[in-house]
T-cell receptor
Framework: DAGVIQSPRHEVTEMGQEVTLRCKPI?????LFWYRQTMMRGLELLIY????????DSGMPEDRFSAKMPNASFSTLKIQPSEPRDSAVYFC??????????????FGQGTRLTVV | EDQVTQSPEALRLQEGESSSLNCSYT??????LFWYRQDPGKGPEFLFT???AGEEKEKERLKATLTKKESFLHITAPKPEDSATYLC??????????????FGTGTLLAVQP
């Protein structure tokens, strides 16, 4: 398996523009997570899905952020409109069924977002 | 509120100088403590999962241990390639939105030759 695949790897956009980040989880994993990483706050969970259904979006900072998972192999995180404070590295991760022992999350390489 | 605190924030070692990283946690009903390694420009890479106090796991020069309040990542005779940020995370109990990992802010380890 190629692991969790994220695109793009780097994104530079102007304030006010719409940004869409993409993720392909590991095949067969039931859970998909979106994290944001900054120097100040470390890794923060934004939202996670179970079998394509959003379970917990309490970490989504505000209504400008939205996430979808239309099928088991694809998810998007959208920011509209983007602001400079959204600049961070965004990670997608996936993990198998929660009640098994092997429930660690596997991370993608991340998307470095810069909003100018 | 579930919380994870890692110390020190940064650690500089000479090659061969053994040391330990600390992860203190508060969570109601621990359902796994996880250690990850993160290299610059990459996503976190899974190292270990510990489930109960007294459990230990080893991988090359790394050994992770767990008590009811904290976990240690012991690094024996480190090499420069062990330089990375080490992240600790916990998962809480069953019920509700329970499959999320709560991360600490990490320890940046630099091993000098």
């Amino acid at each position: 398996d190629a692991g969790v695949i994220q695109s793009p790897r780097h994104e530079v956009t102007e304030m006010g523009q719409e940004v869409t980040l993409r993720c392909k989880p590991i095949s067969g994993h039931d859970y998909l997570f979106w994290y944001r990483q900054t120097m100040m706050r470390g890794l923060e969970l934004l939202i996670y899905f179970n079998n394509n259904v959003p379970i917990d979006d309490s970490g989504m900072p505000e209504d400008r952020f939205s996430a979808k998972m239309p099928n088991a192999s694809f998810s998007t995180l959208k920011i509209q409109p983007s602001e400079p404070r959204d600049s961070a590295v965004y990670f997608c991760a996936s993990s198998p069924y929660a009640y098994s022992k092997n429930t660690e999350a596997f991370f993608g390489q991340g998307t470095r977002l810069t909003v100018v | 509120e579930d919380q994870v605190t890692q110390s020190p924030e940064a650690l500089r070692l000479q090659e061969g100088e053994s040391s330990s990283l600390n992860c203190s946690y508060t969570v109601s009903g621990l359902r796994g403590l996880f250690w990850y390694r993160q290299d610059p420009g990459k996503g976190p890479e899974f190292l270990f999962t510990l489930y109960s106090a007294g459990e230990e796991k080893e991988k090359e020069r790394l050994k992770a241990t767990l008590t009811k309040k904290e976990s240690f990542l012991h690094i024996t005779a480190p090499k420069p390639e062990d330089s990375a940020t080490y992240l600790c995370a916990v998962r809480g109990p069953y019920g509700g939105a329970t499959n999320k990992l709560i991360f600490g802010t990490g320890t940046l380890l630099a091993v000098q030759p």
